[in-house]
């Protein structure tokens, strides 16, 4: 098995910047796909940006010139600076990944539970 735990959210005002952080850990033998969902309330979640283990990364539209995704692999961790943050961010933002374990079978989606960013206007 394979657990997320993400770290960074909080409360910040619109302009302001949030830089959420997710470590993957367990029985861990790969990871391809690492990056980061948020669903707002009444909404679905939706994406917003994840990154492949060769360093190619797809982001929404919405996060586009504001948000970046990086990763570090040999820490099994994934990071998403956020700026210029708008109160339509303001969502539960889940840690996701690709990944497969030491245990038989192939790969798998795996979920944090989630941190709370809310934007204030």
């Known amino acids: 098995q394979v657990q997320l735990v993400e770290s960074g959210g909080g409360l910040v005002q619109a302009g302001g910047s949030l830089r959420l952080s997710c470590a993957a850990s367990?029985?861990?033998?790969?990871?391809?796909?690492m990056g980061w969902y948020r669903q707002a309330p009444g909404k679905l979640r939706e994406l917003v940006a994840v990154?492949?283990?060769?360093?190619?990364?797809n982001s929404a539209n919405s996060a586009k010139g504001r948000f970046t995704i990086s990763r570090d692999i040999a820490k099994n961790t994934v990071y998403l600076q956020m700026n210029s943050l708008k109160p339509e961010d303001t969502a539960v933002y889940y840690c996701?990944?690709?990944?497969?374990?030491?245990?038989?079978?192939?790969?798998?989606?795996?979920w944090g539970k989630g941190t709370l960013v809310t934007v204030s206007s």
């Open positions: 367990g029985s861990i033998f790969s990871i391809d796909v």
């Open positions: 990154i492949n283990s060769d360093g190619s990364a």
């Open positions: 996701y990944c690709n990944a497969r374990s030491i245990a038989p079978g192939g790969a798998m989606n795996y």
